[in-house]
């Protein structure tokens, strides 16, 4: 974002260093902007305007440049064997969300409540729904989502979807126009998983960051990765990071990191020192742990008769009815707005294929040409839709170091029995509520979204049992924030982002309280 010579004073004491530039990160540094904070954005990735053919991207420098994260991550089962694979996760300015499909849906009321699962108790959040209730209205402003009481919109859709919508909810089902961060003008390409290039689509960038850096105190370190905090018993002093392949350090007053719940918890892991041999802020020992996903099942949906396809919004429907259902959590549907097409199977194929080690790109196109073609003529006009349940968080499942891997990340988790049951639960009770279309599960097993990971240092009142206080401030460290997906100590089952914006604003507040103290200062 600008050449050496005009780059931030590092020499400065910043008021807030923000580690990690997407919903969490912009977010909470434009609402500090606003505010008269001096705010500086550090990101690993560069800035990327367009978007190019991932496929095309061989080395890690390449992926970097599309704005992706540059490495594959380690996934540990129980049972010793391991797979190496790309996540979905982005590293560029803006995050993971300029790459993002911009389904921004609030977490229901029961989710912030404690629960009792087959394992565990899991305490409430330490935030209520309700308190927490004006930061998603908030957030959803911010983003450009029509207030939710606010019907209109469904001329946008296709006829195809007008008929489902109408056969659901002939079948007692209540399902709604999906809340997308998408103006839907008359220009709308809807970039889903893909960056927009007319601003059409808000992401962490474009509603948050371009404005924070017009505010006088602030500014960006791009291409700058964060490799440690060197903190105190009570503080930390400095962040060391490489900016563009030259070591640096600087300071601020207040460090957030925002860079992820797989990256969070490893710079702090990173960060030992005698005042904490385990990691920073980990007394407790919970940092990297509990991590939790979203599963990731996708159904091919079929019109009992031929409907015309064309409408704006193809992203367009979301189905809440079997959330809670007999006291089970079975989960949420959406639709993806992507057709069952060849390039969309093609795509699919690639990623098991490269869960299971194979990494070379031309071979991949070769392997999955045939059987994306035949898939695509056997599954004709149907439509995709994602199915989503929310796991349990299991302290084993976890980040760890790996200084193996050039990021040196992995991660150990494993699908219990009480998931899969839920997810088939749900997929049927689906099939049945939307008789007389027909369903077809894509996948041969249950997968997990691998770019929804939350909860690595989950907020909560118990220090012995949480790694962050109700402030998103770090229980043993006075001026350290997490304000990404890894404050969460449960997923839900819609996606994070919107959940992890409206905490961004949340958190603002009790940070510009911590810097009006005139004597709170790093020396």
Known sequence: MGSAKDLPDLNRLWDVAVVGTGMGGA????????????????????????????????????????????????????????????????????????????ALERMAASDFESL??????????PVSYDEFLPFYEAAEALYGLRPREDKRGEHLLSEWDRALLAAMRQNGLRPERLQVAMRYD??????????????????????????????????????????????????????????????????????????????SPQILLRSRNSFWPNGLANRSGQVGRNLVFHTSDLY????????????????????RDFYVVNGRRLGYVQSLGLPAGRGNIAGFLKDVLRRRGLRHEKILSLLVKLPSHVAAWFLGEASIFAAMTEDDPNPQNRIELDAEQPDGASFVYTINDDLRERADSLREAFRKKIRPWRLMRLSS???????????????????????????????????????????????????????????????????????????????
């Open 445 to 523: 097993s249950l997968t997990m979204n691998y770019g929804h990971p939350c909860g690595t240092c989950r907020f909560g009142d118990d220090p012995a049992r949480s790694v962050l206080n109700r402030d998103n401030r770090a229980h043993d460290v006075d001026n350290l924030y997490v304000v990404d997906a890894s404050f969460m100590p449960r997923s839900g089952a819609v996606n994070p982002s919107l959940t992890i914006a409206a905490n961004a604003l949340r958190t603002a507040a009790p940070i510009k309280r911590v810097l009006e103290r005139s004597a709170y200062a790093i020396p």
């Open 116 to 125: 009792q699962t087959s394992s565990q108790q899991l305490p409430a959040w």
């Open 300 to 319: 091919a949906l079929w019109a009992p008769r031929r409907f015309n396809r064309a409408g704006r919004q193809k992203k367009s429907i979301s189905v």
């Open 186 to 263: 008359d220009d709308c390409q809807e970039c889903i998983g893909r960056i927009c290039p007319r601003q059409c689509k808000a992401d962490a960038r474009t509603a948050c960051l371009l404005d924070a850096l017009r505010y006088p105190g602030c500014g960006i370190l791009d291409r700058c990765e964060v490799q440690t905090l060197d903190g105190d018993a009570n503080h930390v002093r400095r962040i060391r990071a490489s900016l563009r392949g030259e070591n640096v350090e600087i300071r601020a007053r207040i460090v957030v990191l925002a860079a992820g719940a797989f990256h």
């Open 27 to 102: 977010t909470l540094g434009q609402a500090l902007a606003k505010q008269g904070v001096g705010v500086l954005f550090l990101e690993k990735g560069p800035a990327v305007a367009t978007q190019s053919n991932l496929s095309d991207a061989t080395t890690a420098a390449e992926r970097v440049n599309l704005g992706w994260w540059p490495y594959p991550i380690t996934q540990r089962f129980s049972d010793g064997h391991c797979e190496r694979f790309f996540a979905a996760v982005g590293c560029a300015v803006g995050g993971s969300s300029i790459h993002y499909a911009a």
